[in-house]
């Protein structure tokens, strides 16, 4: 389906019969192909006896479709999309175990087994989200993944607000809020030993078309489209938070990093209430150290420094 897929959208009009010819396929072959296009949403024009043409492209994850304008160095240089899998996390694993690429992308219109931090469960209804894992082989110290994290927070804020122009921020440490509610989470998972690191997937699930949040989560949650008043591209919020990651990259390498995530920060100055298992305590979020720890000064004066992984950090009045 890709190659054709590929053709339609350079605008050029497909012939089915040099298509059956060049892909070694019989013209009904590629009239099915053509009608698995239109079922998914794709409008194309038959013309006549010369073959078909596209019309319009609907908004769903397929790799031609992010492939195409991309721009990118490396993220998203090799892109598998799904229609459904358990968690596009554990593919990538997977994947990655078998030798993928640094900057591999897998990603799927549905989730049926998403995972949040802690073992928690993260919703992606068909068609509504973004669910995608990146594939990173860095060259760091097991101990600076904790960095990576709050990299990826970064990468998918920025990403969101280049492609919608909302004001997407950074609840510590590295759930992405629009208007104070969650827009997207994010969970870093690694292969590494005790010097090394043999690669990071990062993964993040994105509320996109979202507009009837269910009920679990309708307090905390929002979606892109929600918060924009219109229907946002899943296409180029992907591709947005590709070039934002190869950006973030640059941050890193030159040291100016921390400062763009205290920018991005909504949690950052504000009371908190940290719930760490058995204890809850409150304070204001007051500086995040350079391996992602957030230091919080207590009412009695005294710092205490969080771990993200531990704890769940709420916003005094709300969510954030
Ligand atoms: P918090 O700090 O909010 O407690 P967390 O960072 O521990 O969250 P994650 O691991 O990022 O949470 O996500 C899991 C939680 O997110 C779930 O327990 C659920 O409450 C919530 N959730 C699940 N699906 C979605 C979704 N599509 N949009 C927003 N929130 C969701």
């Not at 593919?91 to 640094?102: F, I, P, S």
């Not at 504000?270 to 760490?276: E, L, R």
């Not at 809850?280 to 350079?290: N, S």
């Not at 207590?298 to 769940?312: F, I, L, N």
Request: proline content about 3%.
């Amino acid at each position: 389906m890709d190659e054709i897929l590929t053709a339609l959208l350079s605008g050029e009009i497909v012939s089915g019969e040099k298509f059956s010819k060049t892909l070694g396929i019989t013209r009904t072959a590629i009239w099915k192909k053509v009608s698995g296009l239109r079922e998914r949403g794709f409008e194309i024009e038959s013309i006549g006896r010369q073959g078909y043409r596209l019309v319009s492209v609907p908004d769903v994850l397929m790799t031609p479709l992010i492939a195409s304008g991309l721009g990118t160095k490396w993220a998203g240089r090799q892109i598998i999309c799904y229609e459904t899998v358990d968690s596009t996390n554990r593919v990538l694993k997977t994947m990655a175990a078998e030798g993928a690429e640094h900057g591999t992308l897998v990603l799927a219109n549905e989730q049926t087994g998403g995972r949040g931090r802690r073992g928690r469960g993260w919703l992606t209804p068909k068609d509504t989200s973004i669910a995608m894992s990146l594939l990173l082989r860095p060259e760091i110290p097991p101990a600076s993944v904790a960095l990576l994290s709050l990299a990826a927070s970064v990468a998918v804020a920025k990403g969101i607000r280049q492609a919608t122009g909302l004001t997407a921020e950074i609840k510590w440490p590295n759930d992405i809020v629009c208007n104070g509610k969650k827009v997207c989470g994010i969970l870093l998972e690694m292969d590494a030993n005790e010097q090394s690191v043999n690669y990071v997937v990062a993964g993040a699930g994105i509320n996109v078309h979202l507009t009837e949040i269910p009920e679990e989560i309708r307090q905390t949650a929002t979606s892109l489209d929600l918060e924009c008043g219109h229907s946002v591209s899943r296409i180029e919020v992907v591709q947005a938070v590709m070039r934002a990651v190869e950006e973030t990259e640059q941050l890193l390498q030159k040291g100016t990093f921390m400062s763009v995530y205290e920018q991005l920060s909504a949690t950052l100055g504000h009371p908190v209430s940290v719930q760490a298992v058995g204890e809850t305590f409150t304070g204001i979020a007051e500086r995040i150290k350079e391996d992602g720890v957030l230091v919080v000064r207590t009412e009695s004066g005294e710092t205490r420094e969080v771990m993200a992984g531990d704890v769940s950090v709420r916003g005094l009045m709300g969510y954030v």
